[in-house]
């Protein structure tokens, strides 16, 4: 089981930008599609972005496309959430899971969860 660690968050006004790392340990880390959810205060986790084992295919939340991007680095063992135009109502405590497909990578069941990494968006 490959572990997983979330790096990145912090407290940005709306608008700006902040970049997600979550770097996994193992050799098996390009074995995984990849996905990452968050969770606001109050609310159950959500879906955000997911991308394939090999980087080629990625799929995201309708309230995140076109100002997040997934990507990875399998020579790193990293996979990345660029997120660009940040709102208010992206605050929340964001993590990654791994899973053996992409379809599988946006679904919040049957996942190992890290202890996330906490994003706070002020207006």
């Known amino acids: 089981q490959v572990q997983l660690v979330e790096s990145g968050g912090g407290l940005m006004q709306a608008g700006g930008s902040l970049r997600l790392s979550c770097a996994a340990s193992?050799?098996?880390?390009?074995?995984?599609?990849m996905g990452w959810f968050r969770q606001a205060p109050g609310k159950e986790r959500e879906f955000v972005a997911a991308?394939?084992?090999?980087?080629?295919?990625?799929t995201y939340a309708d309230s995140v496309k076109g100002r997040f991007t997934i990507s990875r680095d399998n020579a790193k063992n990293t996979v990345y959430l660029q997120m660009n135009s940040l709102k208010p109502e992206d605050t929340a405590v964001y993590y990654c899971?791994?899973?053996?497909?992409?379809?599988?990578?946006?679904?919040?069941?049957?996942?190992?969860w890290g202890q996330g990494t906490q994003v706070t968006v002020s207006s």
């Open positions: 899971a791994a899973a053996p497909t992409l379809t599988v990578a946006t679904r919040t069941e049957g996942k190992v």
């Open positions: 193992g050799r098996t880390f390009s074995t995984y599609a």
């Open positions: 991308i394939n084992r090999s980087g080629g295919a990625t």
